[in-house]
């Protein structure tokens, strides 16, 4: 019973380009949606998040979109680095209960 | 200051026998977690300890897994009987409580390779 998929396990832009990152999801009790980077060999580490009751959220070059009626959510990244080449997660939260993680999307920046 | 601390950061162990793997979290830090991720795979939800409250088990895959936390600090994460399918990274994370406010720090991860 997967609640949240992110359904490209990899993407690959070029440097200066937008990346778009997506995840869907099933439920809709969740009321907050965080992502995560995660590079090689190190723990994945909290991005951006947003709330439920919001359709945007903005921090330098990351915007989460949030289209609840299709329960959908995008991260997008302007201008693309090379050091943005990591794996992403997107996590739903329901409240104070744990939080479950997509599968991941592996993104390329290419130079 | 320390962030979460994971040991040992690989481990290689013989089919059928025992392991445990150690986190430490941040010193404060009410929630723990424990999640695994397989080669090519997301992260799974293992188990997660929440202050004094019963802990949520309901993602060990099998009764040959299971983890402790003594009060606050350290966790501890048990795996008996180890089979190849349990080759994974494990990750450890800590937050000051649950909820979205409060996001989640990893450590960098057990790599278990059961040969």
């Known amino acids: 019973d997967q609640q949240v998929k992110q359904n490209s396990p990899s993407l690959s832009v070029q440097e200066g380009r937008i990346s778009i990152l997506n995840c869907d999801y099933t439920?809709?009790?969740?009321?907050?949606f965080l992502w995560y980077k995660k590079y090689p060999a190190e723990g994945p580490t909290f991005l951006i998040s947003i709330s439920s009751i919001k359709d945007k959220n903005e921090d330098g070059r990351f915007t989460v979109f949030l289209n609840k009626s299709a329960k959908h959510l995008s991260l997008h990244i302007v201008p693309s680095q090379p050091g943005d080449s990591a794996v992403y997660f997107c996590a739903p939260l329901k409240g104070a209960q744990k939080l479950v993680f997509g599968q991941g999307t592996r993104l390329t920046i290419n130079p | 200051g320390a962030g979460v601390s994971q040991s040992p950061s690989n481990k290689v162990t013989e089919k059928g026998k025992d392991v445990e793997l150690r986190c430490d979290p941040i010193s404060g830090h009410t929630a723990l977690y424990w999640y695994r991720q397989r080669l090519g795979q997301g992260l799974e939800f293992l188990i997660y300890?929440?202050?004094?409250?019963?802990?949520?088990k309901s993602g060990l895959p099998s009764d040959r897994f299971s983890a402790e936390r003594t009060g606050e600090s350290v966790s501890t994460l048990t795996i008996q009987r180890t089979q190849q399918e349990d080759s994974a990274v494990y990750l450890c994370?800590?937050?000051?409580?649950?909820?979205?406010?409060?996001?989640?720090?990893f450590g960098n991860g057990t790599r278990l390779t059961v040969t």
């Open positions: 300890f929440q202050g004094n409250s019963a802990p949520d």
């Open positions: 994370a800590s937050s000051l409580s649950l909820g979205w406010n409060s996001p989640l720090h």
């Open positions: 439920n809709s009790m969740f009321d907050y």
